[in-house]
């Protein structure tokens, strides 16, 4: 070998690393200590629906650290719970980051097992499994064409009406139905629970001239005999619609009272009150008439009128005609 040329051994030493590896390097990226990647954690929380029967969304929440600073695949898979083999959800985002969604081809009256497994290039985990029936887990869209409208002239009612959801016409099934209302200026809702499979309801013992928001949501459950609860739709849009204002005279604005000590009606009139809005409370939203209670109403309602007529022109009713005045002849 000539004189201070350098042997194999040390041209090895000087020759640059080959480009490929460092070009992975560069494009994938190498775990570090401390650089926060990891293996992902298996995935949990589970939910599943169907609007159809035929078909089935998931949702899922990904294990505590997330993604950890490397990209996780996600895979729904689902088998029939005795036999079959495992299959794979295609349809990804549908609600969400992490839900996928199912179209067709499901069996009835048969349970599925349901998991997700989450992939990076550090390893895999997998969920609990989630076992439900098709039947189990049906909801539906809101209910659609909801109306609010006054009652006449009564001036504390709104009467509510909408149409059983479309999707579930063919199906043989039950629905309950929930109400929930508020005033134009609060975010605070109340919802009527009571209102079972009715597709109308009488809101009663509201503000008068003050304007509500209505929305009704539906739960179709028993469907073909399923004993499970059901899965609340999402709310109907809001619906608006105000109350007609009173005719009542407002605090401090004066009340003429009859002459004399002669007897008054309004013992009589708290009586009936008390009797009506005993009635007006176990009728809510049931099959019970209303038909007393607007009578009395639209009644007591004209004779406020009256007496806020004879203010106006400066006169106040005359003790005889107080006593005229009775309860309508049929209620």
């Known amino acids: 070998m000539p004189a201070g040329r350098p042997g194999p051994a040390a041209q090895s030493a000087r020759r640059p690393p080959p480009l490929l590896p460092l070009l992975l390097l560069c494009v994938l990226g190498a775990p570090r200590p401390g650089s926060g990647a990891l293996p992902p954690e298996k995935p949990f929380n589970i939910s599943c629906w169907s609007k159809n029967m035929k078909d089935l969304t998931c949702r899922w929440t990904p294990g505590a650290h997330g993604e950890t600073f490397l990209h996780t695949n996600y895979s729904l898979k689902y088998k029939l719970r005795w036999y079959g083999q495992d299959n794979t959800c295609e349809e990804y985002h549908t609600v969400g980051p992490h839900s996928c969604h199912i179209p067709k081809d499901l069996a009835l009256f048969t ?3 349901i998991w997700v497994e989450a992939t990076n290039r550090l390893g895999s985990a997998r969920s609990d499994v989630l076992t439900l029936d098709i039947l189990d887990v049906v909801t539906t869209d809101p209910p659609p064409d909801v109306h609010v409208s006054r009652v006449g002239g009564l001036e504390d009612q709104l009467s509510v009406r909408w149409v059983s959801p479309p999707a579930l016409k063919d199906f043989l099934f039950q629905a309950k139905y929930q109400i929930r209302y508020r005033v134009e200026d609060s975010v605070d809702w109340k919802v009527v629970d009571d209102v079972s499979n009715q597709t109308s309801c009488r809101l009663a013992g509201l503000k008068p001239g003050t304007v509500y928001f209505v929305q009704v949501r539906c739960n179709p459950f028993g469907i073909y005999g399923s004993k499970k609860a059901g899965i609340w739709s999402e709310w109907s849009h809001p619906t608006a619609a105000s109350t007609p204002r009173s005719e009542r005279p407002g605090p ?10 002669e ?18 409370k176990h009728a809510y939203c049931s ?4 038909r007393l209670y607007d009578q009395w109403r639209a009644w007591m309602q004209k004779s406020h009128k009256t007496r806020n007529q004879h203010r106006t022109r400066g ?3 005359r003790a005889d005609a107080a006593r005229r005045e009775v309860l309508p002849d049929k209620l």
């Open 263 to 280: 007897p008054s009606s309004g013992p009589v009139r708290r009586e009936l009150k008390q009797f009506l809005g005993w009635l007006k």
């Open 287 to 290: 099959n019970l008439s209303f």
């Open 315 to 317: 006169s106040c009713p």
């Open 111 to 113: 349970p599925y097992e």
């Open 252 to 261: 401090g604005g004066g009340v003429c009272e009859p002459r004399g000590g």
